[in-house]
């Protein structure tokens, strides 16, 4: 497989790191592609070399902007940690993580793109959760499908952030972590029929 040239890459890793700061200083609306390629110092041509326009941009750099609101460990998750009475170190991380990314994540979500950003992100979720069962459990030891379970779970993880940027309560990372594990493990238990003794 030909790798991208360097410079390319450089050049597009220079406007998505400018649309990424962009967005933390104004919001993704009000920026436009002159704001681009004046913060990235490159001309507009080089700009329309890559991208036709800010939204493709916008899709192009998703992963880059996903990757600052990772939500779930990467390393597969025990049993034990799923269904554990205190949320994984992995999972209060991320959240603690989530905190720090607050002044970026607001304007994102409350643009006129947030449905696009939440699905990916939701999706993204998902996917992971989704390994993290099949890795812990059997797909057949399930009594609802696996893909459906952590759609669901994935779900109610949005949920909470969004209630959380909205109402802006006093929670700190460690809390997030601590209900979202609880509203997780509750599902969890129940979709494996685990009893509280079984699941510890």
Known sequence: MTKPDRRVQRTRELIQQALIALIRERGYDPITVQDIVDRANVGRTTFYLHYTSKDDLFLHCHDAILGQFQLSPHTHLAKAALVGPEPPEAMT???????????LLTPILQGKDSLIILRRIRDRSAEEIAAHLRNAYGEAESRIPLDLLASYLAGAQIALIQWWLEKRPPHSAEQLAQSFHRLQRAAIRDAFGLGELEAG
């Open 93 to 103: 991380r991320a959240f603690q993580h989530l905190v720090e990314a607050r002044a």
